[in-house]
């Protein structure tokens, strides 16, 4: 009998798992509770579809806010070049923008979807849809099958790729932690992540739409800074997004419960205080009647200029050589450290993924294995891995569904071998007899060139025209 594969999940991670489990010669059903695969995928405003970044792996690393360490054996395994490699061949082209986002070449939302289907489909692999796993089955630490349309069914592994919370209307739920957890595994809280932030301060009258492209943001707990991040921040009508704040707000989400989270966002990260403060003061000088807001439009936007009362109890009007050392304080805390209190991370309806999930410590990070049941396998979503936007979630799951495929299908082709010569003894197709059959047929050979060799120095010897045997004769 075959090596038996249940993948549960048809996203991103379980098509890819499915793949690479079907070529190492595994039979596989891959379940999803929709009605087709990638449905989540497909949703993906593909205006903008992040498949992957460029650069190296450490480049990688920095961009996962949890989970880094672990994933770096698949992301180093399948790297960006292996997935564009990978994509091409199911026909599917990528392209990298300026700032190095992989996307596919052809907006159709649907492309990549129906190539696995057509891939899967040729490999053989069965498609399990409306079918909600409802169990995993184990026994002695051991997989044994799952539980689905209230029936029992058989599997030498399972594969579980149920993705996280984020877009219940798509599909996400807490479904495959319930799953998980049954059978012991620790789950960390799921929280949302990949998500905008709202806000105390009320910015969005003024500053709504308003995107600075290239700042730092700090997040403090309780006046405690925990971690700064450069990039571009959004303001929103109630609060903040941007790519800073997407990859923060996984860390924020799993802090703001019992803690007062700041943002400190530096609007002008290229400029230190000090020289800030020489050039705010040479602005002072009596001979420039400049007003604050005249001498600001140098550092941020316009359309920032009416929130200065609010952080400075200054007006933009003011002239320069009129502000007091204190006003001017107030003005560089402003240029450089502009507070902003969280009030909340976008629920899950809002965000577009799911900071917790399995905790990877207890997974084998070379195989996505778990380490408490044998044959149970872990990939993408569903795990403690949380990463920003720019392609690096949907890679994980990507490089996560590659090994796991590949780890559960290990020893397959040998099983269908040894299932194949049980049933036609006569015909023994192992790896391990095509080894033998090879040796034996190298020994028969190097025995006959051997006896040809004898034969035909024994005719020299007969005839005496054996040059070594004349001169060892004449020595
Ligand atoms: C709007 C949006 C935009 C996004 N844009 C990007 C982007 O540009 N770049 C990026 O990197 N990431 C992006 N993401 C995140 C990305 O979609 C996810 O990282 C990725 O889909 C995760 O893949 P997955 O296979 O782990 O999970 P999913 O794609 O969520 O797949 C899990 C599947 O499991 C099924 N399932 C769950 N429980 C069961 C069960 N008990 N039985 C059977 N089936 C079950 C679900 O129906 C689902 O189909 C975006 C997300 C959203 C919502």
């Known amino acids: 009998m075959a090596k038996k594969v249940a993948i549960i999940g048809a996203g991103v991670a379980g098509m890819m798992a499915a793949y690479r489990a079907a070529e190492g010669g595994a039979e596989v059903d891959l379940y999803d509770k929709n009605p087709n695969i990638g449905r989540k995928f497909v949703y993906v405003p593909w205006d903008y579809c992040e498949l992957s970044h460029t650069g190296e792996i450490e480049d990688f690393m920095e961009n996962y806010a949890h989970g880094a360490e672990f994933i770096s054996y698949s992301l180093e395994k399948f790297n960006n070049k292996e997935l564009v490699k990978f994509l091409k061949d199911l026909g599917i082209n990528t392209i990298t923008s300026e700032d190095g986002v992989i996307s596919p070449e052809n907006g159709d939302s649907e492309l990549i979807q129906k190539a696995f289907y057509e891939r899967l489909s040729e490999m053989g692999v069965s498609f399990c849809m409306s079918s909600k796993v409802q169990k995993i089955l184990a026994k002695s630490k051991k997989i044994i099958g799952i539980y689905v349309h209230n029936l029992e069914k058989e599997y030498d592994k399972v594969i579980v790729a149920c993705g996280g919370a984020a877009r219940p209307k798509l599909g996400g739920s807490e479904d495959g932690f319930k799953l998980a957890e049954e059978l012991g595994h620790t789950v960390i809280d799921a929280k949302p992540a990949v998500s905008p932030v709202d806000t105390e301060e009320r910015l969005g009258k003024y500053l709504s739409g308003l995107k600075l492209p290239s700042v730092n943001v700090s997040v403090y707990s309780n006046q405690t800074k925990l971690m700064e991040r450069s990039g571009s921040v959004l ?142 396998y872990f990939c993408g979503e569903i795990m403690d891995v949380d990463g920003g936007v720019g392609g690096y979630n949907i890679h994980s799951a990507f490089a996560s569904g590659h090994i796991a495929g590949k780890s559960a299908a290990r020893g397959a082709k040998a099983k269908k071998a040894a299932a194949k010569k049980a049933e036609n003894p006569a015909e023994d197709t192992s790896e391990k007899a095509k080894t033998s059959k090879k040796k034996k047929a190298a020994r028969k050979k190097s025995a006959k060139k051997k006896t040809a060799r004898k034969k035909k120095a024994a005719k020299k010897k007969s005839t005496g025209d054996d040059d070594n045997s004349s001169s060892k004769a004449v020595a």
Not at 244 to 262: A, C, D, M, P
């Open 235 to 376: 303001f929103t009508d109630h609060g903040l997004s941007g790519d800073t704040v997407l990859f923060l707000s996984g860390i924020i989400s799993r802090l703001i419960e019992n803690n007062k989270i700041e943002l400190g966002i530096d609007i002008i990260p290229g400029i230190t205080r000090e020289e800030l403060e020489r050039k705010l003061k040479s602005e002072a000088s009596l001979s420039n009647r400049n007003s604050v807001g005249e001498a600001l439009k140098k550092y941020i936007p316009e359309k920032m200029l009416p929130v200065l009362p609010r952080y400075c109890r200054i007006h933009s009007s003011k002239p320069m050589n009129h502000i007091t050392n204190l006003e001017r304080k107030g003005l560089i805390l402003f240029l450089k450290d502009m507070r902003i209190t969280v009030k909340r991370v976008k629920p899950f309806f809002e965000a577009m993924y799911t900071s917790g999930g399995v905790d990877v410590v207890e997974l084998n990070p070379k195989s996505m294995e778990s380490k408490l049941i044998k044959g149970l």
